[in-house]
């Protein structure tokens, strides 16, 4: 157990040094605000629901770390994340237009986060606890899974159950042209759970109050 701990936490060390690249250039908020024309059709419509690979809700970035969002678009742009549409968008994005809208959706919605009172503790049930030990979510997405230990790490605490089970299934993916994520640390984690137990986990997360939001944005203004 020691040496699968170690090496997952190794894994994920690694990844948070390649993805530091991300931010290297350096984000304008405002910059970014002018840039969101192609993010808003679906990540500025609350409840708005995406089909591929399975219908889901697409995810809450407003109040997600920049770095994590920029990250993740380097990896849609260089096909390490599999998906038709984001890989698209990504490939159109220069590495400052990037920074830009990691910069915007990092601090995007901060007030509305901000005005809402602090939620007690969840804890989770026997089963949850288990499957968390076993995958060692905590190490990474830390306690109650809205302050990652590093930023490269997405926040998933209040995130929607059925896009966080998507995106924990797309890690066990091989050999897809179409679906599929690329990263150690979580095909390890999730390799060894069955989809009825990630399902679980997708469930807990998205049950626990966290920082990201839709905040509604109009194309017109």
Do not use: W
């Amino acid at each position: 157990m020691n040496q699968t701990l170690t090496t997952l936490f190794a894994l994920a060390v690694a990844c948070a040094t390649a993805s530091s690249h991300a931010q290297e250039v350096k984000g304008d908020v405002q910059a970014g605000k002018q840039k969101i024309a192609m993010c808003i059709g679906c990540h500025g419509i609350a409840g708005y629901q995406a089909s591929f690979p399975e219908v889901h809700k697409v995810p809450m970035i407003s109040g997600q770390s920049g770095k994590y969002i920029a990250a993740a678009l380097l990896a849609y742009q260089k096909g390490e994340r599999k998906h038709p549409t984001m890989r698209s968008i990504a490939e159109s994005l220069s590495e400052q237009d990037i920074a830009d809208l990691a910069a915007y959706y990092e601090q995007h919605g901060k007030s509305a986060a901000a005005e809402r009172p602090a939620a007690s503790a969840r804890e989770p049930g026997a089963r949850v606890a288990e499957l968390m030990q076993k995958g060692d979510c905590v190490s990474c997405h830390g306690a109650q899974f809205s302050k990652p230990t590093d930023p490269a790490f997405p926040k998933v605490a209040g995130q929607h159950a059925d896009y966080l089970l998507v995106a924990l299934k797309s890690y066990k993916a091989e050999k897809n042209a179409r679906i599929g994520r690329s990263n150690a640390a979580m095909a390890v984690a999730v390799k060894q759970l069955s989809n009825a137990e990630l399902k679980a986990l997708a469930n807990y997360m998205s049950g626990l109050e966290g920082e990201l939001r839709t905040v509604p944005q109009p194309l017109f203004r």
